[in-house]
């Protein structure tokens, strides 16, 4: 049996790096928990299969969008000076290419899921591109790009039920907190680069101090709002165990950026905790009867 050919391992391993496969975790977990809540259980293979597939084309699509926006600035900065559209290892032309087949696939996804997720679809895809261009005009960009990941449980529950309930909006609130902390350290390591090039962001204009002050703030927010969807939701005690869980994980991220605010990797690998413990506690709600 002959083996893998080179030039195509290659190919897909540079398509991971450019799309950061890895990074998937950071908001696979939420949508995945927020699924099972819209169903009450299980959904329909159909119905999961759409979701994730939307889900990931989604954010393809605005990830190729944003390196192809940013590519003039990622040559700039020290960080990302090495990736593909900098380099030339991919070109401008292919990352729009991937961006229009990853948007069409979101489409027909919504499509296939029911009226109001097609008409809405457009209008996600829209809020997403808008990212890469309100860097250069507010600091808020970083807090749009949390209200971007906050899509996420709202477009869930659309694409199951065809409605937004009021735990959809509370979700939609909760992971706009959560995600604005995120990107607000994933801002620290850029302040210099940023500035130099006329990019905004919250630490750019703030500054590393007020910056970290506003992280706590940022975090129980997101722990709270999502403790209120399960009170809306009436889940069971043990996902607020798994809140409670993320709590902790939230401390010791902002204890840690206070001590080393440079130091985004430890930060990043704990938003992953926390992602994966909101997971775990959905699913231990809803399957499993655990006596507290």
């Known amino acids: 049996?002959?083996?893998?050919?080179?030039?195509?391992?290659?190919?897909?391993?540079?398509?991971?790096?450019?799309?950061?496969?890895?990074?998937?975790?950071?908001?696979?977990?939420?949508?995945?928990?927020?699924?099972?809540?819209?169903?009450?259980?299980?959904?329909?293979?159909?119905?999961?299969?759409?979701?994730?597939?939307?889900?990931?084309?989604?954010?393809?699509?605005?990830?190729?969008?944003?390196?192809?926006?940013?590519?003039?600035?990622?040559?700039?900065?020290?960080?990302t000076q090495h990736r593909a559209l900098v380099t030339g290892r991919l070109s401008p032309r292919f990352a729009l290419g991937l961006t229009a087949a990853s948007s069409a696939v979101v489409i027909v996804a919504a499509g296939l899921l029911n009226p109001l997720a097609l008409i809405l679809s457009p209008v996600a895809l829209g809020a997403i591109f808008l990212y890469s261009y309100s860097k250069r005009y507010t600091a808020l960009t970083t807090a749009y790009l949390g209200f971007v990941e906050g899509i996420t449980p709202a477009a869930v529950f659309i694409a199951v039920t065809g409605t937004l309930p009021w735990a959809a909006v509370a979700a939609t609130l909760a992971l706009l907190a959560w995600g604005t902390a995120f990107e607000t350290i994933h801002s620290l390591g850029d302040i210099e680069a940023d500035r130099e090039a006329n990019l905004r962001s919250l630490p750019a204009r703030l500054g590393v101090r007020r910056s970290l002050l506003l992280l706590p703030f940022l975090h129980a927010a997101g722990v709270l709002l999502l403790a209120v969807v399960g009170r809306l939701l009436q889940v069971a005690p043990v996902y607020f165990v798994a809140l409670a869980g993320m709590a902790a994980v939230a401390a010791v991220i902002d204890v840690g950026v206070a001590l080393r605010p440079s130091e985004t990797r430890r930060p990043f690998r704990l938003h992953f905790l926390g992602g994966a413990l909101f997971l775990v506690g959905v699913a231990a709600a809803l399957f499993v009867s655990i006596p507290l």
């Open 1 to 79: 049996m002959s083996g893998p050919t080179p030039g195509r391992s290659i190919g897909l391993r540079e398509l991971g790096k450019f799309l950061e496969i890895q990074n998937l975790g950071l908001n696979l977990p939420f949508a995945l928990g927020f699924l099972l809540l819209a169903a009450r259980g299980l959904p329909t293979l159909p119905t999961f299969l759409l979701v994730v597939v939307a889900f990931v084309a989604a954010r393809n699509a605005g990830h190729s969008f944003n390196r192809w926006a940013d590519r003039r600035f990622d040559a700039r900065n020290p960080r």
